[in-house]
């Protein structure tokens, strides 16, 4: 009896053991080991957590599969070996998709991909027309899919379950004649070698663009495009409503983006070649037609470039080149300022006028300026309301360097703003956003330091160039930082750069290039010499920022979360520190 009941309670023992050592199934974790994920970029770091402030554990490459372990935020932890795990970041992965998942293709452009079925959940990335995709599930009216960088829910009704068919030849041959002038209400739209979203790329148009369009099949619009045809598609070219002509403040200017560009003299590939431009440099452009743009070069001289090749933007005409001789000015620094009839606060309002106006001074009457109006008369303006610029204002202002951040006085220019949305990354990314969220990452971190820091705008408002640089002149910064985000139409490029114009303003260029270059991982392009009208007309010493690459679908993913912007910043103040430390 006693051995039976020994026996039980061994029998017992030995169970509970068992059972006890089960664990409690993690179902976050159990979902997420049966996902893999496939490394997008040429060298990834895996880091020992999820952030990039984690040490680097090891680089994997471009193809390696990965088991993902389990998720924070925006970081995978994956499986290297049997015992060793790794975080990844995950705008630089894609899950890899099931044998049985089904291909999908995208049937509207800047379809939104959210976190969640519904659309009560945040929108994490967008897609465009003809993007294929791999479904993974399906849920009510919503499929979960995985795409180039991205993974998310989109509603059924923009999917199509089959990739669209191909032009065939008796479409094309039915195509409707057309002769008129149409501009692209699209930037970066695709021009094709035929009517269909499998057509070939050929080249791009930028919004604005006008072409001819010589006819259209089935939704597709045929154009003359660098002495070539092609296809676009018809929702994106609108005829104009009138001939109107762009403000008379306003120019057209063509960045080249390839390292030599040939000048022809007409407008096609047929055309004789009569020069050349270099990778970087911008040229104001007179006249567009089917894609080429006829550019002022230097000498008076005028020839056109093949308009595919270059990054075309829009800006405020720059004013004259002011000779040595000339007599001083006085630039508003505010919108609705006033002009008086002599030098008192209590005296007659005879003027307003608006931010990056110009006046000649006349004279200087204690803290007031009289000035000559532009209708003749005279009016007085407020020493401390506006920037002077002449003869006597020409030379760059020595400052001291030493004594730390506290106390200097810092300028912050976040790029763009209001209607100038600066440029728009791979997957509708606005630039503009990006410089004023890390721009204002960098203030704190410089007021927390005791500097004395300006925004030239602090919220989505548009500030002219003139204005951002007269702000410096007239708070006397010790040191102007312009942020920008960069774009090209080769999606391959990324990285970031460091412009500075004149040789004063290089030491600072180079030391906040070195403090980015330790900590971001991204491709550094280097310190160059930049003809952008904010540092160039600046007498401060200043930076202009070119952070990353929106045109690049990694890198504007990467630019977009908060932990980049952070390390951007820092490092940038780190920069600016050690400037003001030597």
Known sequence: MVFLIKKFLYSFIISFLLVSSVPVLNTEKAIAQEKAIIINTESL?????????????????????????????????????????????????????????????????????????????????????????????????WYKISADLIAGWVHKDYIAGDAPETEDSETVSNVQPDNWTGISTDNSLNVRNSPGLHGSIIGKLNKGDKVSVTGSVSGWF???????????????????????????????????????????KNPNLNGKVVGS??????????????????????????????????????????????????????????NGTNLRSSASTNSAI???????????????????????????????????????????DSAPVNKPKSGGLKGKTILIDPGHGGRDSGTIGYRGTFEKELTLSTSQILYDLLKNAGADVILTRN???????????????????DAFISIHYDSISDSSVKGYTAYYYHQYQKELSQTVLGSLAKSLSSRNRGLKQGDYFVIRENKQPAV???????????????????????????????????????
């Open 45 to 141: 770091n895996v880091r020992n957590g999820p952030g990039l402030s984690f040490s680097v554990a090891k680089q994997v490459r471009k193809g390696d599969e990965f088991q993902v372990i389990s998720s924070e935020k925006d970081w995978y932890e994956i499986k290297l070996n049997s015992s060793k795990t790794g975080w990844v970041a995950n705008w630089l992965v894609t899950l890899k998709p099931g044998s049985s998942a089904k291909k999908g293709t995208v049937t509207e452009d800047g379809l939104r991909v959210r976190d969640g079925a519904g659309t009560n959940y945040s929108v994490v990335a967008t897609l465009t027309n003809g993007e294929e995709v791999s479904i993974i599930e399906e849920q009510g009216n």
């Open 222 to 264: 045929r154009i003359g495009f660098g002495g070539m045809e092609g296809w676009v598609s018809s929702q994106y070219i609108e005829k104009p409503s009138s001939a109107s002509k762009p403000p008379a403040n306003q120019v057209s200017y063509g960045k080249v983006i390839i390292n030599s560009l040939n000048i022809r």
């Open 277 to 334: 431009v270099k990778q970087g440099e911008v040229y104001e452009i007179l006249e567009e037609k089917n894609n080429w743009y006829k550019l002022s070069l230097k000498g008076g001289k005028t020839g056109w470039a093949a308009g595919w090749y270059m990054e075309k933007t829009v800006a405020e005409k720059p004013q004259k080149e002011q000779s040595t001789s000339k007599a001083e000015e006085v630039q508003i620094l505010y």
């Open 350 to 392: 005879v003027a307003r006028a608006s931010s990056g106006e110009t006046f000649p001074i006349k004279k200087k009457t204690g803290e007031w300026y009289e000035v000559s109006l532009k209708n003749g008369q005279t009016g007085f303006v407020a020493s401390w309301i506006v920037s002077v610029s002449g003869s006597s």
């Open 459 to 477: 919220d989505d408002s548009y500030s002219s160039l003139n204005t951002r640089v007269a702000l410096a002149h007239y708070h006397d910064s």
């Open 544 to 582: 202009l920022l070119e952070l990353g690459y929106l045109s690049n679908p990694s890198e504007e993913a990467l630019t977009r979360t908060h932990s980049f912007q952070d390390m951007a910043a820092r490092s940038i103040y780190n920069g600016l520190d050690e400037y003001f430390s030597e």
